[in-house]
């Protein structure tokens, strides 16, 4: 079945610099994958999609890249704000089905003033 | 608009007893989903529905039924509430399902089972 893997240590990171989460998945080739945001105590929301085909994507200070061979997506937040702290989850289409998402379990960002 | 709404926020129950989660969605989504997080498992999915009148299992459905009588709604029940149940639950409403969509998230219901 298929796997995925964000590190479930927190990312405790300083004010303006660059914070990149990964998400690992296993055993298939997902044609897509989302990123989304948890605050404590709210439900995630949606903050990018990348296709199969593409390399990289962005989105203000978001930039977010797929690599199918690495198997692996790398969440970057570039010039960070202590308003950047939450919980980043990464989302691919379980294989064969494309009407529903897997989720990683997140990785906690922190950024400190 | 609203967006997902979830009802009720916080409940505690004890063993054995039911009750029924309430979500409603006001963008005309054709899709909804229940989704149950626990801490570092992440969010699973429980049952969906993928328009008024159908539901299908998910990830961890047993202990959980639904129905989607209409549209707008969809209900999560516990028949016989277990420990192990104790979770937030989320509610969540999709568009169309497709190959890119997104999800649309509530936000939550607290449930402890004692």
């Known amino acids: 079945s298929q796997k995925i893997e964000q590190n479930s240590e927190a990312l405790n990171i300083q004010e303006g610099k660059t914070a990149t989460l990964t998400c690992n998945y296993t055993?298939?080739?997902?044609?897509?994958l989302q990123w989304y945001r948890q605050d404590p105590g709210r439900g995630p929301v949606f903050l990018l999609l990348?296709?199969?085909?593409?390399k990289e994507k962005r989105k203000e200070r978001l930039k977010v890249t797929f690599d199918t061979t690495l198997k692996q997506s790398l969440f970057h937040i570039t010039a960070s704000q202590p308003a950047d702290s939450a919980t980043y989850l990464c989302?691919?289409?379980?294989?064969?089905?494309?009407?529903?998402?897997?989720f990683g379990a997140g990785t906690r960002l922190a950024v400190h003033p | 608009n609203a967006g997902v709404t979830q009802t009720p926020k916080f409940r505690v129950l004890k063993t054995g007893q039911s009750m029924t989660l309430l979500c409603a969605q006001d963008m005309n989504h054709e899709y909804m989903y229940w989704y149950r997080q626990d801490p570092g498992m992440g969010l699973r999915l429980i049952h969906y529905?993928?328009?008024?009148?159908?539901?299908a299992k998910g990830e961890v459905p047993d202990g959980y039924n639904v129905s989607r009588l209409k549209k707008q709604n969809f209900l999560l029940g516990l028949e016989s509430a277990a420990p192990s149940q104790t979770s937030v639950y989320f509610c969540?409403?999709?568009?169309?399902?497709?190959?890119?969509?997104?999800?649309?998230f509530g936000p939550g219901t607290r449930l402890t089972v004692l």
């Open positions: 529905s993928v328009g008024e009148g159908t539901t």
């Open positions: 969540a409403s999709s568009y169309s399902g497709g190959d890119t969509d997104t999800q649309y």
């Open positions: 055993n298939y080739s997902p044609a897509y």
């Open positions: 990348i296709r199969e085909n593409e």
């Open positions: 989302a691919l289409p379980p294989s064969g089905g494309y009407n529903k998402l897997i």
